[in-house]
């Protein structure tokens, strides 16, 4: 049986990949409980300093198995609900994983970033697209509201009206509309991709990785707090930074003019 996601971890990089590309690596129960097991390994893994998370084949992800979305409508409403609450509930470890583990999450975009594949794409750190990536958020066409985190994620990013905009109508745009909009980091060339994520996980993987999960913290934290208490928690979080020997190396570093070497540590 083909594994619904795959895990790869080299040099301090983790790659998942979303492996269905027969069904443009549609969300099903297996790639679920995959995909959340998964998030926890990188998660608790001092190893791995940098996520990448991609899709097989042509396309990112199309969203939710529509085909299987049918094949409940001859149960009850109330079962129905009920399956697909907790079916939404059994995927929201996956997504407080990207957001809590203390290293970067990068999203490699290509094809169709649709539903809950635009979810899970809002939800990492970065975003690299190829310039055929497409987008639409889509719950709308389907009859439903969104889930995956968007409706928290995506008004973050881009303002509450232009949300709304995205979730009411659900209208599809391109990797240059997400870039404008600033949903993702880069728009590169299709055959470009690959290498241009790889030079991007490896240089987050080679940077003070105690720094950028502070850091990435403290950012997360910061549309929860009021001023004082994120000016709090900037000073606890740079005194642990000072305590690193990451900091020590690049204070030397920066002295004596050449390139820090940053372990981790």
Known sequence: MTEPVLLEVDGGIATVTLNRPQALNALSDDMIAALVAVMAR???DSAVRCVVLRGAGDHFMAGGDIKGFHGRLTETPA???AHFRDKIHSLHPA???MRRMPKPVIASLRGAAAGFGLSLALAADLAIAAEDAYF???YCLIGTSPDGGSSYHLPRLVGLRKAME???LGERFNAEAAHALGLVNWVVPGAELEAETAKLAGRLASGPGHALGETKALLNASFDNALPAQLALEAESFARCAATQDFADGVTAFIEKRPAIFTGE
Do not use: F, M, N
């Open 95 to 97: 997504i407080v994983s």
């Open 166 to 168: 995205i979730a009411l």
């Open 136 to 138: 639409t958020l889509a």
């Open 79 to 81: 079962a129905r609900g």
């Open 42 to 44: 990188v998660e608790d």
